[in-house]
């Protein structure tokens, strides 16, 4: 870290990890190795963070260091040592009284990890009352308050609410605060910020990184993205293939890696691929939203007269912050749902408002890649059954061809044909999402809603995507609705934006005019300011210049 954040005096050590080894069962039922011999030491009040490209063990050793293994998985070999206890010495029944409690672990998609038939507050309290670590009453006063830290809103009341009822960048705080209402000793963050836009990103890591800080509780960061573990991580291992291929200070890695791999990571996340020229407004729009608006209850409006155009063969970013209306805005232009007012138009005609009323060739024209793949493709069905089922059901293909079809597709997006066998439960969460899109490419679409297509991804593999997307743009002429709260991927890959907030259109244009300052808007500027940068001082920068700017409460960080 900087001069001024550095910290030396971390605690005793309190994970240590020997030669750990992980095994994995093979499609053709045999195991291999997908954890290499790795050693860790963790302090308290340090920060270890794993970064590396999809599959490369990241998640596994975070798992690995609460004692536990996915379905699929087991620990082969190695000392895993909590407080000085081996994990794996111990009773199944003695591990689980440190989980939840004295360690505990923030994942990667919150929607998987929530009961959708159970109030949020009932299972942010679950582990502090079921553990006696303190009274239901006392608990979800502490819950609240970490709503509050967490910026969320109304905290007092969001717990009362189901999952399907808050955002997902909303739902993924939810589950830090979950993680963090028993004060644990260890803390597993595995990609806590994936789904936040970049001003809430900000709240969520200075809180984080003081409460880690604070409490001297020991954490394993978990993250692609580089400037994300900036801010927050004392030390960086960069892992690849399950081997550890280089680690050290967090300065030293970012701005001085010694390997090549390291470095590859590193250019990919400043790679830009955006070499086309935008000319001006489309003429003839392969989809216009017409002053549309639309709510879930029937009595706030969550999008209020939003009006949006899409040309062939052009991008439009859909940005601004969680609960902005973006994702609602993709429900409404699939029929998912239909608005209260106005209308959306596919190539100069009207589509019906919902799903349901629409031919399959309107459903065929207009496919979507969703923001989480956990909960987005069935995990009882094979990775060929997956995109194989569009196939058929648009195109009639069986047998022969329609194999060929899906190992063609796979091919795209980067895996080999022997994934085609695999259930989504042996994949790891970049991989599954590289499937969503091999599904919504089976359609042969003409227009795809990227909803937070690459937040999953490590920093290569979202390189590869983009390239992936940008090719068959300009092959086919696709039109992309490309919803993100990652502005550097904005930059990269959209020709105009569109910048919402609280349900409206604050602003757009084409995406030199509204990343040229001075924007125009105060919240695009907001937003713009808020996206962190490569250097380990740049939180402590931005919550020291905030002002105005970003409105945020000082006390949230004290």
């Given at each position: 870290?900087n001069?001024?954040?550095?910290?030396?005096?971390?605690?005793?050590t309190?994970l240590?990890?020997?030669?750990?080894r992980?095994e994995?069962?093979?499609?053709?039922?045999?195991p291999?190795?997908?954890v290499?011999?790795i050693d860790?030491n963790?302090?308290?009040?340090?920060?270890?963070?794993?970064i590396g490209?999809s599959g490369a063990?990241k998640s596994?050793i975070?798992?690995?260091?609460?004692?536990?293994?996915?379905p699929?998985?087991?620990?082969?070999?190695?000392?895993?040592?909590?407080?000085?206890?081996?994990?794996?010495?111990?009773?199944?029944?003695?591990?689980?009284?440190?989980?939840?409690?004295?360690?505990?672990?923030i994942?990667?998609?919150?929607?998987?990890?929530f009961?959708?038939?159970?109030r949020?507050?009932d299972?942010?309290t679950?582990?502090?009352?079921r553990?006696?670590?303190?009274s239901?009453s006392s608990?979800?006063?502490?819950?609240?308050e970490?709503y509050?830290?967490?910026?969320?809103?109304?905290?007092?009341?969001?717990?009362?609410?189901?999952?399907?009822q808050?955002?997902?960048?909303?739902?993924?705080?939810?589950m830090?605060?979950?993680?963090?209402t028993?004060?644990?000793?260890?803390?597993?963050?595995?990609?806590?910020?994936?789904?936040l836009?970049?001003t809430t990103?900000?709240?969520?890591?200075?809180?984080?990184?003081?409460l880690?800080?604070?409490?001297n509780?020991?954490a394993?960061?978990?993250?692609?993205?580089l400037?994300?573990?900036?801010?927050?991580a004392?030390?960086?291992?960069v892992?690849?293939?399950?081997?550890?291929?280089?680690?050290?200070?967090?300065?030293?890695?970012?701005?001085d890696?010694?390997e090549?791999?390291?470095?590859?990571l590193?250019s990919?996340?400043?790679?830009d691929?955006?070499?086309?020229?935008?000319?001006g407004?489309p003429?003839?729009?392969?989809?216009?939203?017409r002053?549309?608006t639309?709510t879930?209850?029937?009595?706030?409006?969550?999008?209020?007269?939003?009006?949006?155009?899409i040309?062939?063969?052009?991008t439009?970013?859909?940005?601004g912050?969680?609960g902005?209306?973006?994702?609602?805005l993709?429900?409404?232009?699939?029929?998912?749902?239909?608005?209260r007012k106005?209308?959306?138009?596919?190539?100069?005609?009207k589509?019906?408002?919902?799903l349901?009323?629409?031919?399959k060739e309107e459903?065929?024209?207009?496919?979507?890649?969703?923001q989480?793949?956990?909960?987005?493709?069935?995990?009882?069905?094979r990775?060929?059954?997956?995109?194989?089922?569009?196939?058929?059901?648009?195109?009639?293909?069986?047998g022969?061809e329609r194999?060929?079809r899906i190992?063609?597709?796979l091919e795209e997006?980067?895996?080999?044909?022997?994934?085609?066998d695999?259930?989504p439960?042996?994949?790891?969460g970049?991989?599954?999402?590289r499937?969503c899109?091999a599904r919504?490419?089976?359609?042969?679409?003409?227009l795809?809603?990227c909803?937070?297509?690459t937040?999953?991804?490590?920093?290569?593999?979202?390189a590869?995507?983009?390239?992936?997307?940008d090719?068959?743009?300009q092959?086919?002429?696709?039109?992309?609705?490309f919803?993100?709260?990652?502005?550097g991927i904005?930059?990269?890959i959209?020709d105009?934006?569109v910048?919402m907030?609280?349900?409206?259109v604050?602003?757009?244009?084409?995406t030199?005019?509204?990343f040229t300052p001075?924007?125009?808007?105060?919240?695009?500027?907001?937003?713009?300011?808020?996206t962190?940068?490569?250097?380990?001082?740049w939180?402590?920068e931005?919550?020291?210049?905030?002002?105005?700017?970003?409105?945020?409460?000082a006390?949230?960080h004290?």
């Open positions: 870290m001069q001024e954040t550095a910290r030396t005096g971390f605690g005793e309190l240590e990890m020997q030669a750990l992980v994995a069962l093979g499609a053709d039922g045999n291999f190795r997908i290499n011999d860790i963790l302090r308290r009040g340090e920060v270890l963070g794993l490209e063990g596994t975070g798992l690995a260091s609460m004692c536990f293994a996915r699929g998985c087991r620990i082969t070999g190695g000392r895993i040592l909590f407080a000085g206890t081996d994990l794996r010495q111990q009773d199944e029944d003695d591990v689980r009284q440190i989980r939840g409690v004295r360690a505990s672990y994942a990667q998609s919150a929607a998987a990890a009961n959708p038939a159970k949020l507050n299972q942010v679950e582990a502090a009352v553990h006696s670590v303190m239901h608990a979800t006063k502490r819950a609240e970490l509050a830290r967490l910026d969320l809103p109304d905290p007092a009341r969001i717990g009362r609410r189901y999952p399907h808050v955002s997902g960048g909303q739902l993924q705080r939810v830090s605060a979950m993680a963090m028993c004060g644990p000793d260890l803390l597993v963050l595995d990609e806590p910020t994936t789904a836009d970049v990103q900000i709240e969520v890591l200075a809180t984080v990184r003081d880690i800080r604070n409490n509780t020991a394993l960061y978990i993250t692609h993205d400037a994300v573990v900036a801010q927050v004392d030390r960086i291992m892992l690849r293939y399950g081997d550890l291929i280089e680690q050290g200070d967090t300065a030293k890695i970012l701005h890696p010694d090549p791999y390291t470095k590859e590193i990919a996340r400043t790679e691929i955006n070499t086309k020229i935008f000319t407004m003429e003839n729009p392969v989809l216009a939203i002053e549309v639309a879930y209850d029937g009595e706030v409006d969550v999008l209020k007269d939003v009006g949006v155009e040309g062939r063969g052009e439009v970013a859909i940005v912050e969680s902005s209306g973006k994702s609602t993709a429900r409404v232009v699939t029929g998912l749902l239909p608005p106005g209308h959306v138009e596919f190539d100069g005609q589509l019906s408002l919902a349901r009323e629409r031919n459903l065929r024209k207009i496919q979507m890649i969703y989480m793949p956990d909960v987005a493709i069935n995990p009882r069905q990775v060929s059954e997956i995109i194989g089922r569009p196939l058929t059901f648009y195109f009639g293909l069986t022969k194999e060929e190992f063609a597709l997006i980067d895996l080999d044909r022997e994934f085609a695999r259930f439960g042996q994949l790891s970049g991989q599954k999402q499937v899109i919504a490419l089976a359609a042969d679409p003409e795809i809603i909803d937070e297509v937040s999953a991804l490590d920093q290569v593999v979202a590869g995507i983009l390239k992936l997307l090719r068959l743009q092959e086919k002429g696709l039109a992309y609705m919803i993100t709260h990652d502005l904005v930059r990269n959209a105009r934006t910048v907030y609280q349900g409206e604050v602003e757009q244009g084409t030199e005019q509204i001075p924007q125009k808007e105060a919240y695009t500027r907001k937003l713009i300011a808020s962190p940068e490569m250097r380990t001082d939180l402590d931005v919550l020291r210049e905030r002002g105005d700017l970003f409105d945020i409460d006390a949230a004290t």
